[in-house]
Each structure stands twice: as structure tokens, then as C-alpha cells.
Nanobody, 123 residues
Framework: QVQLEEPGGGSVQAGGSLRLPCAVSGFTSRTYAMAWFRQAPGKEREGVAAIDRDGVTNYPPTLQSRFTISKDNAKNILYLQLNSLKTEDTAMYYC?????????????????WGQGTQVTVSS
């Protein structure tokens, strides 16, 4: 059974950093494409970073300089490093996985999802 859990999240002031972990079970991270998404109140869920099974990454251009996705295949943990945070980064963040090669940023690409973790950035 595929499971993803995001135990991190929290509150931080603008300009600060956070690292979000996503623990995976039921599959090995080296065989799946994985990604992070976020959803702010009243907005659609959007992809913020993706990584394929070989470690190739994909970001939307507006976030590439501040967000970094990585994974530890030995521990089966996916990470999202958030730097230079802004108030507009406040959202629920979700990790996702799909048994496929392409590190897509599209919501519909992914079958498996975590429950989400809240990130709040204050001014």
C-alpha cells in the first residue's frame, strides 16, 4: 500500500527557510516520479517542484531560484527546501508520487498523495 506522510511544516517569518520532509512507504522512491504541490485558500493546487527516479528536477520558472526538491532513496524520504520565503508562499503543501518517469508539475499526473502540511509565512 502506497503511503506518503508530510510531518513537517510550520510558521516562519518572511525571508526565512523551511525544509519539508515526505516519508514514503509501499514503494521505493527510486522507481517513482515525485513532486510537491501547494494550495492556498481560494486558489487551485499548483506544482512547485518535481523529481524523476534518476534525480532530474523540474520547477516552474518563478520558483526555481528559491525552492529545491531532493530525495534520499536509502531512507525513502522526499524533501522540499524553501528559502527566502514570502507571505504569498503561505499554503498547504502536498507531496505526490506516480509510477512513471516524467517529473510532471501537473496535478492530474499523480495518483498518490499525502495529507498535506501547512506552511504559514508572516510579514
Amino acid at each position: 500500500q502506497v503511503q506518503l506522510e508530510e510531518p513537517g511544516g510550520g510558521s516562519v517569518q518572511a525571508g526565512g527557510s523551511l525544509r519539508l520532509p515526505c516519508a514514503v512507504s509501499g514503494f521505493t522512491s527510486r522507481t517513482y516520479a515525485m513532486a510537491w504541490f501547494r494550495q492556498a485558500p481560494g486558489k487551485e493546487r499548483e506544482g512547485v517542484a518535481a523529481i524523476d527516479r534518476d534525480g532530474v528536477t523540474n520547477y516552474p520558472p518563478t520558483l526555481q531560484s528559491r525552492f529545491t526538491i531532493s530525495k534520499d532513496n536509502a531512507k525513502n524520504i522526499l524533501y522540499l527546501q524553501l528559502n527566502s520565503l514570502k507571505t504569498e508562499d503561505t499554503a498547504m503543501y502536498y507531496c505526490a508520487a506516480e509510477r512513471a518517469r516524467l517529473p510532471s508539475l501537473q496535478v492530474g499526473w499523480y495518483e498518490f498523495w499525502g495529507q498535506g502540511t501547512q506552511v504559514t509565512v508572516s510579514s
